[in-house]
Structure formats: C-alpha cells, structure tokens
Nanobody, 124 residues
Framework: QYQLVESGGGLVQPGGSLRLSCAAS????????IAWFRQAPGKEREGVSC????????NIADSVKGRFTISRDNAKNTVYLQMNSLKAEDTAIYFC?????????????????WGQGTQVTVSS
C-alpha cells in the first residue's frame, strides 16, 4: 500500500522557518506528482506546492510564492517544503499527497494518496 509520512511541523514565531518532510513509498511508474496542501480551521483545503517526478518541474501557490520552496531527494524518496518568513496565516495542518499523473503538477485533480498531516502553528 502506498504511504506518505509527513514530519517537521511545530510552533514557530512569525518570521521564522520550518522544513516539512514527506517520506513517500515508491511508485512503479515515473509519472506521478507529489503535492503539499494545507487546511486551516474553518477554511477550505488549499494547494501550496507540487512537484512532478518525471522532470522535477514545480508549482508554488501565489499565497506562498517567494517564501516557500519545494524540493526532493530521490535517493530518500522524500519531498521537502522549506517555509521561510512564516506568517500567522500560514498556520494550518499541512498534508502531502500523491497521485499518478502525466501532465503538469497542480491541485485541481484528485490525489489518491494522503499523509496524516503535520501541524504548523505560527504564533508569538
């Protein structure tokens, strides 16, 4: 069974940084996407960033552009979300998700596999 395990969340002050990790099982196909989503209390789930495995292309949501960066370590089957200049509005549960997909990475299609989520709280 395909698995995703997030880690790295926690409490950080505004302006601080965190790095989230998503350890993923291997797909037999190279055509898949891994994405980070977040959901704050009372708000809809929001796509934050994604990476396409076959070519490493990425997407960053406008709300976090310039502050968040997605990257991967293929040897460890791990995707990272580096979050800098954190704001109170970044407070949410962050999930990583994966799906087989041959197109550009994005957030508008169904993701078949989800991690359990990791809490990020930005507060002084």
């Amino acid at each position: 069974q395909y698995q995703l395990v997030e880690s790295g969340g926690g409490l950080v002050q505004p302006g601080g940084s965190l790095r989230l990790s998503c350890a993923a099982s291997e797909f037999t196909s190279v055509y898949y996407v891994i994405a980070w989503f977040r959901q704050a209390p009372g708000k809809e789930r929001e796509g934050v960033s994604c990476i396409k495995n076959s070519d490493g292309s990425t997407n960053i949501a406008d709300s976090v552009k310039g502050r968040f960066t997605i990257s991967r370590d293929n040897a460890k089957n791990t995707v990272y979300l580096q979050m800098n200049s954190l704001k109170a509005e970044d407070t949410a549960i962050y999930f990583c998700a994966a799906t087989l997909w041959t197109g550009s990475c994005g957030y508008y299609y169904n993701y078949d596999y989800w991690g359990q989520g990791t809490q990020v709280t930005v507060s002084s």
